[in-house]
């Protein structure tokens, strides 16, 4: 039943590599390529090899097109807590992707009913050719927690108290994470034709065995990627427990 396939790498550099070579490749092959990106501490090292790799090859990435899984509202993009911030510093900074082609949702936009819908929207005009993931300890992808529809789209969301704990590592205090977000919603996720689920450390030994387990279910966010049949799951061998 299991249809998603494994890269087993050693170290969290071996993952990175993996996933930056794959993403590549893919660019390598055609220039109007649509990407979905993701934040959080995993895919820092992915995005060093990658912005690398592309540099070195002197990719035009003139019709790339590049869309956020997620953000938190309230946060602007000159807070350095943002996601916008975030993909600045570790990605966009590094390359030359034309501005009007690099989407994250706006976390505080005044219409924030209006911006999921727009951004719901526009995924679907353009298509995701490969979205990359992380996962949080509960097995939620994107800002999507436990409990989250399988048929949801790109909307608000409450955050569990166990995501502002382990978020609120990159903030002064606990009281300074948002307790909102805007995100891609499960349905989402499913559209984009590739998927890629990076594991990483043994803090997330847990939640890769949430995923290996094979359970379809609600409570376990990610596990609805085992109803789609192309996805790469890359982990290092922490997160395996080996
Ligand atoms: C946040 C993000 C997720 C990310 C998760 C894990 O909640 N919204 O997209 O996967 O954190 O982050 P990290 O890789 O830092 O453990």
């Known amino acids: 039943m299991t249809k998603f396939k494994e890269i087993k790498a050693n170290t969290y550099e071996d993952m990175s590599n993996e996933a930056a070579t794959i993403i590549f490749d893919a ?3 055609s220039k109007q ?3 979905g ?3 959080g501490s995993t895919p820092e090292g992915m995005y060093d090899a990658l912005a690398k790799k592309i540099n070195e090859a002197n990719l035009d990435l003139s019709e790339l097109t590049t869309f956020n899984l997620d953000e938190y509202v309230g946060l602007d993009e000159s807070n350095d807590q943002s996601y916008h911030y975030f993909m600045e510093q570790h990605f966009f900074s590094k390359l030359d992707i034309p501005q009007e082609n690099i989407h994250i949702l706006d976390g505080v936009a005044e219409d924030l009913q209006k911006e999921v819908e727009d951004y719901e929207a526009l995924i679907d005009e353009v298509g995701i050719d490969i979205q990359v993931l992380g996962i949080g300890r509960n097995g939620h992808i994107a800002f999507n927690e436990p409990g989250t529809d399988f048929n949801s789209l790109t909307h608000k969301v409450q955050l569990t108290d166990e995501t502002i704990e382990d978020n609120s590592r990159f903030f002064e205090s606990i009281d300074d994470v948002p307790t909102e977000a805007v995100s891609m919603g499960l349905q989402t996720i499913m559209k984009a034709k590739t998927i890629i689920l990076l594991i990483s ?12 387990s094979g359970e379809v279910t609600e409570d376990i966010p990610v596990s609805i990627l085992h109803n789609h049949d192309n996805v790469i799951l890359i982990t290092d061998s922490a997160a395996r427990g080996e």
Do not use: C, H, P, V
Request: proline residues 0%; charged residues 35%.
């Open 27 to 29: 660019l390598k092959e």
């Open 33 to 35: 390529f649509s990407l």
């Open 37 to 39: 990106l993701a934040t």
């Open 201 to 212: 450390g043994d803090n997330k030994k847990n939640a890769r065995d949430l995923f290996i």
